[in-house]
């Protein structure tokens, strides 16, 4: 259904996205402040959605798209919560 | 004391009716020679809004009701009882708290109030709850005001039933359609699955959802305007997305942060929402904080500010939920609203009931925990 | 005619969401604090992620996969600026300051006065200086 040459371009794409998504770990290591952090983290988990979304074209396996769609929302609940946790240290969630 | 004078804002809220009567009967407690109650409505701003004159109705009729309550309760004491009313806000924008807090504390030094009875489920409006901001900005004020301490049963019972039939079905129309977009619109067993589950979240959740009821009348209308929004907003995201790349790739890195803030004229709820979400997808503003109607916005580049403050978001948000004739409304710039604020302003008075304005990097103090305690204790 | 059209337009639109998402990569690992990485961090990225995601399903045709493209891209464009704010709040509610232009130091910038524009005035006048105080105010740039 989808030409061959497509479906390397977006492999390749994929990669480039996993080596951005690598370069964000240097602000997730090196970051001042927790905020910081957090954000590269969030960034990564957006750049994750998109890698598995272009694998799923890629490879021709769509439900990768299930777990792109479960890890949106897993990588969005993660920033709420730790923001939250961070302003109110010791209480609850 | 001769004279008591009370302060009760009324709304149509469920215990409006124990309220005017705690009012009643705790302004005859000191015996005065006479009790003057003055009633008033606040009406929140949506000049603009089709539907004003109905609100000013029910206003009207509202307040017939209350001063008829008045009277009832006043029956039999000796006590001389008189009753004022009033209308705020007709000629005032009443959008947050703070406005609503600024319009009773200006009443109140006109007809020399002596105490301002807050329902505890006051809420003019059909905007979010108001009434613990409006406590904090009363605080502020130099108005006493008691809240009346009525039973509060009836909160109660609206959590564990249908807040409304509208709310129900709208959400179990969204639920059940996300449902099937994941699922097999046409196989029986996910049909039957998410009725069930569409049922359910419905049933749980649809008094948390919306701040305001949907209605047959405006939602159809705000979605389609929604989706003419949507390529603008597209547009717009893209034409400063472009702007902000040409500077970070710049070696030189010209960017001017500065932190403002923006008197925003949204009502709170989605509309001030979908505005604050819009400014921060908009790259060069990021609104950092939404307190009522003021936002407070970081921003990169000059550009950048310069489009917040000429306001073609707000108009658009406006033209979304109340239609073309609300959109024209003069910018953010020439109304004044709009104000850049001087490093220093995070930690220095960033929010007066939180305290969170230790300049150390300490988290605000939590009332959980003995250590903060003895933190204290060790600086003292 | 139509293919290549089809196979551009999937190209093209790889080519920007990538582009978008390298310039919020190197806005993030070069800006200088949390709140101006916020912004490239949750808004360049929601494009370069939009767009690619938007070549995704254009690549997959009319099918049920790429009507989880298009939720999949609904759904981040509402949730990164929701997740930005609140890491933005959460940095100014424990009292981080947001870095502002000469020295690093908020306190001695021109932008103290709080009403009018000296602190634009001043920026403009010399680009140069930026440079400086890139380097100078945080050191983490890693280029």
């Known amino acids: 259904m989808i030409p061959l040459d497509i479906n390397e371009l977006f492999l390749v794409g994929a990669a480039i996205f996993v080596v951005l998504a690598i370069a964000m770990f240097y602000r997730a290591v090196a970051g001042p402040t927790t905020q910081d952090r957090l954000l590269a983290v969030n960034v990564l988990g957006t750049n994750t959605v998109v890698i598995l979304a272009l694998l799923a074209a890629g490879l021709d396996q769509p439900w990768f798209l299930d777990v792109a769609l479960i890890y949106a929302l897993l990588n969005f609940l993660m920033a709420i919560a730790i923001s939250k946790f961070t302003v109110e240290r010791g209480g609850v969630l | ?380 | 005619m139509i293919d290549t059209l089809y196979v551009g337009a999937i190209v093209v639109l790889l080519a920007l969401g990538v582009f978008f998402t390298f310039v919020s990569a190197m806005g993030v690992l070069r800006l200088p604090d949390v709140y101006a990485r916020a912004h490239t961090a949750s808004q360049t990225d929601t494009l370069g992620a939009g767009l690619a995601l938007a070549a995704v399903a254009l690549a997959l045709g009319w099918q049920q996969a790429s009507v989880y493209t298009v939720l999949l891209l609904f759904f981040v464009f509402i949730t990164n600026p929701t997740a930005a704010h609140a890491i933005a709040r959460s940095a100014a509610e424990m009292g981080i300051e947001p870095w502002s232009g000469a020295d690093g130091d908020p306190s001695s910038d021109g932008g103290a006065v709080p009403d009018g524009g000296e602190p634009i005035d001043e920026r403009s006048s010399e680009p140069g200086h930026e440079r400086e105080t890139t380097e100078g105010s945080h050191g983490g740039d890693p280029r």
């Open chain 2, 1 to 380: 004391m001769a004279t008591e004078r009370l302060l009760v804002p009324l709304s149509e809220s469920p215990t409006v009716r124990q309220t005017v009567a705690y009012a009643v009967q705790s302004g005859l407690e000191p015996k005065p020679e006479t009790l003057v109650c003055h009633l008033v409505v606040a009406l929140p701003y949506e000049a603009d809004v089709p539907g004003e004159r109905e609100s000013l109705e029910e206003t009207k009729r509202l307040l017939e009701r209350a001063v008829s309550w008045v009277n009832e309760d006043a029956t039999g004491v000796d006590t001389d009882v008189t009753c004022e009313t009033a209308v705020l806000g007709k000629d005032a924008y009443l959008f947050g708290p703070k406005d609503y807090a600024e319009t009773f504390e200006a009443y109140a030094a006109e007809h020399d109030i002596d105490r301002l009875i807050l329902d505890p489920e006051y809420n003019p409006g059909a905007s979010a709850p108001l009434l613990q901001p409006l406590e904090r900005e009363l605080a502020r004020t130099d108005v006493s005001f008691v809240e009346a301490p009525l039973e509060r049963s009836v909160t109660h019972e609206r959590f564990t039933g249908v807040a409304s039939w509208s709310r129900f079905l709208s959400l179990f129309v969204v639920s059940f359609g996300f449902y099937l977009i994941l699922g097999d619109p046409l196989y029986w067993f996910d049909l039957v699955t998410g009725t069930a589950v569409g049922l359910i979240v419905a049933f749980t959740l649809s008094h948390v959802t919306f701040s305001t009821a949907p209605t047959l009348r405006e939602t159809p209308g705000r979605l389609l305007r929604f989706t003419l929004y949507v390529p603008y907003l597209l547009g717009e995201i893209i034409r400063a997305n472009l702007q902000i790349s040409l500077v970070i790739l710049r070696p030189s890195m010209p960017i001017n942060p500065t932190v403002t803030t923006l008197r925003a004229r949204v009502r709170s709820g989605l509309p001030l929402l979908g505005l604050a979400n819009s400014i921060t997808l908009t790259p060069g503003t990021l609104t950092v904080r939404a307190n009522d109607q003021r936002l407070v916005v970081h921003t990169l580049i000059d550009d950048a500010r310069e489009d917040l403050f000429e306001g073609g978001l707000e108009r658009a948000i406006r033209f979304v939920f109340h239609g073309r004739r609300a959109a024209a409304i003069p910018t953010p710039k020439e109304r004044g609203d709009t104000e850049i604020l001087a490093p220093g302003y995070i930690s220095g008075s960033s929010q007066p009931s939180a305290g969170a304005g230790s300049s150390n990097s300490d988290p605000p103090e939590t009332t959980t925990d003995g250590a903060d305690a003895s933190d204290g204790g060790d600086e003292a």
